[in-house]
């Protein structure tokens, strides 16, 4: 009998760690079978660590795995053809890295952890015959491609605003939707990037975006101190977004 339990549990820890998780909801299929999950769980690598500033993967080396993240920040970029880095992204808990390479053999960008970050790794020859079996993962799968489509032509849409108010408005509501997806707080968190990474983000100067902050806090829309950020007034953000906010801002 003891032995029976023994072996039990040399099964568990990773099934239990998938359907335990807060944020399976976000980056799992709602309607997988157990039977499912368990061959998913199979193929799964959990509980990889990176601390901060290790690279996850790099670009132009050969695309291998989908990441999810599972705590801490990750944010990816690319190098220009001037030798410069773009960063093109910033990663939370329970959203998926690396899906920009599905369509070729080499990772499209370089993923960085903002701090130490514990991610979930899907090898993806494993994760592409997986999908040709479970249907509700395969559409799962679809389902997160169309969104990254999304938030590239949000991240265009955001870059393309006259002002450094827009756009530092609208990133500041995204990450705060982003929070209460997370069940986490949607107007007190903090921010998981340094405000060099923000001014690279949204095409501004550091001075930039360090003066709307200001600017933002003596209108009463805002507190910040350091990383620190309280929404005070998101009604006021949202004016300043105008239309940006309603195109749903990820």
């Known amino acids: 009998m003891a032995q029976a339990i023994r072996l039990h549990q040399v099964k568990s820890p990773l099934k239990a760690s998938c359907q335990q998780c807060s944020l399976s909801n976000l980056c799992l299929p709602l309607a997988i079978e157990d039977n499912d999950l ?126 450094a108010e827009e756009r530092i408005a609208a990133l500041l509501l995204s990450l705060s939707s982003r929070f209460q997806r997370r069940r986490m707080s949607g107007t007190n968190f903090s921010l998981p990037m340094p405000r060099n990474d923000i001014a690279n983000f949204l095409g501004l100067a550091v001075e930039t975006v360090s003066r709307v902050f200001t600017r933002f806090q003596n209108q009463g829309i805002i507190k910040a101190r350091g990383r620190e950020v309280e929404l005070l007034d998101v009604e006021a953000l949202q004016m300043v977004t105008r239309d940006f906010s309603r195109q749903g801002c990820q």
């Open 38 to 163: 368990e061959r998913l769980e199979d193929i799964v690598q959990q509980g990889r660590i990176f601390n901060r500033g290790e690279h996850i993967f790099d670009q132009s080396t050969q695309f291998r795995s989908c990441f999810a993240v599972k705590s801490g920040s990750v944010k990816t970029s690319i190098i220009t053809e001037g030798g410069e880095e773009q960063v093109t992204g910033f990663f939370m808990p329970g959203e998926l890295i690396g899906l920009d390479s599905m369509s070729g053999d080499h990772y499209a960008c370089t993923a960085k952890a903002l701090e130490r970050t514990s991610v979930c790794e899907f090898p993806v020859e494993k994760l592409e015959d997986l999908t040709g079996k479970i249907p509700g993962l395969q559409h799962h799968m679809y389902h997160l491609m169309s969104q990254e489509i999304q938030n590239s032509h949000q991240l265009t849409m955001l870059l393309s605003k006259n002002t």
